[in-house]
Nanobody
């Protein structure tokens, strides 16, 4: 059974950092592209970052480039999203997905990130 469990969100002040985790089971993470998406209130879900297959290539949305880092720990079957210098506009529910497409059929349950002073 394919499962993705995302965690690590919270309420932080602007400029703070958080690390989100996406623990997967039911499939091999070894060469599987994994994406992080987010959805803010009243907005459509948008792609934030992606880590590709065997070469661990990475992609970042322009809005987070230089502040967010995606990585993969194959031994722990977990993908991380390190988020630094958080801004209020980063406030959203963050989801990981099995694949880098918004059309993925497998999603985590979401973790809330709120950036506010």
């Amino acid at each position: 059974q394919v499962q993705l469990v995302d965690s690590g969100g919270g309420l932080v002040q602007p400029g703070a950092s958080l690390r989100l985790s996406c623990a997967v089971s039911g499939f091999s993470l070894a060469y599987q592209p994994i994406g992080w998406f987010r959805q803010a209130p009243g907005k459509e879900r948008e792609g934030v970052s992606c880590i590709t297959g065997s070469d661990d290539g990475t992609y970042y949305a322009d809005s987070v480039k230089g502040r967010f880092t995606i990585s993969r720990d194959r031994a722990k079957s977990t993908v991380y999203l390190e988020m630094n210098n958080l801004k209020p506009e980063d406030t959203a529910v963050y989801y990981c997905a099995k694949d880098c497409s918004s059309k993925s059929g497998y999603w985590g349950q979401g973790t809330q990130v709120t950036v506010s002073s």
